[in-house]
Nanobody, 125 residues
Framework: QVQLAESGGDSVQVGGSLTLSCVVS????????LGWFRQVPGVERELGAI?????????SYADSVQGRFTISKDNAKKTLDLQMTTLKPDDSAMYYC?????????????????WGQGIQVTVSS
């Protein structure tokens, strides 16, 4: 059974930092592409892609978080992290980690096969 479990969500002040982690089990971690997405509760729109990392470690970022967020993974521990700095109120959302076997376009949520339950990040001024 594949499971993705996020942790590290919290409420922080503007300009603060936070690291989200995702523990993955039940799949060959090193062979999968991984990503972080977010969605603002109550707002009807698609999941917004934040960052992605390929099986070989190539990273990609949305323009809105480039230079502020860093995605990384540990194949031995089967964990995916998202280091977030200089947080803004617009970063407040439910954050989801995702894993995909064949991801051709990292920011297309439909290309990911497995998803975590999500974790809340709130940035207040």
């Amino acid at each position: 059974q594949v499971q993705l479990a996020e942790s590290g969500g919290d409420s922080v002040q503007v300009g603060g930092s936070l690291t989200l982690s995702c523990v993955v089990s039940g799949l060959p971690f090193g062979d999968y592409c991984l990503g972080w997405f977010r969605q603002v509760p109550g707002v009807e729109r698609e999941l917004g892609a934040i960052a992605g990392i390929s099986d070989i470690g190539t990273t990609s970022y949305a323009d809105s978080v480039q230079g502020r967020f860093t995605i990384s993974k540990d194949n031995a521990k089967k964990t995916l992290d998202l280091q977030m700095t200089t947080l803004k109120p617009d970063d407040s959302a439910m954050y989801y980690c995702a894993a995909g076997d064949t991801v051709l376009v990292w920011d297309y949520d439909t290309q990911y096969d497995y998803w975590g339950q999500g974790i809340q990040v709130t940035v207040s001024s």
